[in-house]
């Protein structure tokens, strides 16, 4: 029986020196696994090297890696270093663990509740995002339904889409005032706004706008009540940029009722810059049309070298190829692990009871407007707020003269934001309260 290249490197020796990257960081990340040193805050902050002389406050915008993950990189750095063809060859045609790419499925499988065929893997939320829009087989007459919520990319991913497929895409608001939204009243709006033509319905699951937290599973049950009506062609598909909320909530996507979940994991779960998961069952990937080439697939190249159809697409087949930064890809199960080690109902808890913190303060300020929800089961970790008299690039400006880090959201109406996460304490929360009581 005669056998490809890439599986003649696959089973060579070079197997076994190739997979120590991936032996070394599976050992690292059960090593990590000590309850008692993640169940320290001071320790888990202490893992981040961050510089010390400033308050972090914006790291939902691009995370700082933990130092299992740091380490996960470094390795993976290292041994394409020292030999780049052997070890990619190997990465990429191994089996089990040693397939790095299907590694690195699994782990955020596991993370998700999920399997590891249900997983792709992007670069980031912008690329998921586009990659399921494109990818799905609109048609004029066909409309895509979003929110006046969502960010620029998601827009854009679906303005581009409909235009080249020549589908519609209408945009919703789903609440008037952020900081006195409702479950009833982001649903009433979602239903009433559901049309005969709609075929996608597109949400944001926090807001980075206003720190709005919508209630996934209660707009998905608006949308599964729509689809009892249709028949399986005209059933509306929900995708849901869930990068806000993966990470710092204990709900699972599997659980939150969407038929696609996209998320950068380079911010709230701390994996390495530059990569990101899109979630779907096999069946709705089923539905979708792959954009880019994929590496991390078999049957798209067999089919390529026998003339033949790949078949119904798969999760895999929708991961872009191409080369790129291995080593960040490789490292993303260190942060799965990470984040495991510590649990994610602790994680939640721990960045719901900093953003309280954060919120009754700001609430408290005279001169200062709070716009996200102060219940924590309709807000997370991003808490907006505008100070009267002051707009909001000065606001940033004179906290990161007292070494806050806040950040302005980039939306048409823009407001100052801080977002505690695990590499703040209370202490922490409470200085950058009194930097912003002391621009009253």
């Known amino acids: 029986m005669s056998i490809t290249r890439r599986e003649f490197l696959a089973r060579s020796a070079w197997s076994t020196v ?42 939902f915008f691009l995370v700082s890696h933990p130092r299992p993950v740091r380490e996960a990189v470094e390795r993976h750095r290292r041994a394409l270093d020292a030999n780049p063809f052997l070890t990619v060859e190997h990465a990429l045609s191994g089996q089990g663990e040693a397939n790095l790419a299907l590694r690195a499925r699994r782990a955020a499988a596991e993370y998700v509740g999920g399997d590891a065929d249900e997983i792709a893997l992007v670069d980031n939320t912008t690329t998921g995002l586009a990659l399921i829009y494109n990818g799905l087989m609109l048609k004029p007459g066909d409309e895509v339904l979003t929110t006046t919520h969502d960010h620029f990319v998601h827009h854009e991913s679906i303005r581009l889409a409909a235009q080249k497929l020549g589908a519609s895409w209408r945009r919703v608001a789903l609440y008037e005032k952020a900081a006195a939204v409702t479950v009833e009243e982001v649903t009433a709006r979602l239903r009433a706004a559901i049309s005969a033509g709609t075929r996608v319905v597109g949400l944001t699951w926090v807001h980075s706008s206003t720190g709005v937290k919508l209630p996934i599973r209660d707009l998905a049950n608006v949308v599964a009540d729509a689809n009892r009506e249709r028949d399986p062609a005209q059933r509306i598909l929900l995708v849901v940029d869930g990068v806000h909320g993966f990470g710092n909530q204990d709900a699972s996507p599997v659980d939150l009722g969407c038929d696609f979940f996209v998320a950068g994991t380079h911010k709230w779960i701390f994996a390495p810059r530059g990569t990101g998961i899109v979630w779907a069952r096999a069946a709705n990937w089923a539905r979708i049309r792959p954009t880019v080439p994929s590496f991390s697939a078999g049957a798209p190249r067999k089919a390529w070298e026998n003339d033949a159809d790949p078949g119904p697409t798969q999760a895999s087949f929708v991961s872009p190829g191409g080369f790129k930064a291995y080593e960040h890809q490789w490292a993303m199960p260190e942060a799965f692990g990470f984040h495991r080690s510590i649990g994610r109902q602790r994680i939640a808890d721990r960045v719901a009871a900093l953003s309280t913190q954060c919120k009754e303060g700001l609430a408290a300020m005279p001169h200062v407007t709070l716009h996200t929800p102060r219940a924590a089961s309709l807000s997370a970790g991003i808490n907006c707020f505008e100070v009267a008299g002051m707009d909001v690039h000065t606001v940033v400006r004179r906290l990161l003269e007292k070494k806050v880090i806040a950040s302005s959201s980039p939306y048409k109406v823009s407001y100052v934001r801080l977002a505690p996460s695990l590499l703040n304490d209370e202490q922490q929360v409470e200085q950058a309260l009194r930097a912003v009581r002391a621009l009253a």
Request: charged share 15%; no cysteine.
């Open 18 to 59: 190739a997979g120590t990257a991936a032996t070394a960081s599976m050992s690292d990340t059960a090593t990590a696994g000590d309850g008692a040193r993640f169940s320290d805050w001071s320790w888990v902050r202490g893992q981040f090297d961050v510089a010390p002389d400033y308050l972090h406050l914006s790291q």
